[in-house]
């Protein structure tokens, strides 16, 4: 296993689906310290994001920065069931599955 990027809650959901649509298995770690952010040092306390295989970080990190790129070009929008923010590319909620 092999950490590839710690970020926010919502991005890192987003991330993970991601790597899963190009057959990438990851797992998030830490996803619920931010309870605790306060004890311990804020860039320990946001989830990360673990490789399975690290011979997929060439094509992880590869994707992470087109998934960046069509972020800031096409922006994000708002799931109508769960309010969850969902990249435009997105045709499924990452969070309920709902149709976008
Ligand atoms: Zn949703």
């Keep these: 296993m092999e950490l590839l990027i710690r970020t926010d ?4 959901h987003l991330l993970r689906q991601l790597l ?3 057959g990438i298995k990851a ?7 931010q309870s605790v952010a306060g ?5 320990a306390a ?3 994001l673990w490789l399975d295989d690290e011979l997929d970080r060439v094509r992880a990190l590869a994707l992470l920065r087109e998934h960046e790129v069509s972020r800031q070009r096409t922006g994000s929008h ?3 069931q769960c309010r969850e923010e969902n990249p435009a590319s997105f045709e499924l909620c990452w969070h309920c ?4």
Excluded: K, S, T
């Design 39 to 43: 004890e311990v040092p804020l860039d």
């Design 46 to 48: 946001l989830p990360q």
């Design 97 to 100: 599955g709902a149709e976008l």
């Design 78 to 80: 708002y799931c109508r």
């Design 9 to 12: 809650r919502v991005q890192v």
């Design 20 to 22: 899963a649509m190009h």
């Design 27 to 33: 797992h998030i770690f830490n996803e619920h310290m």
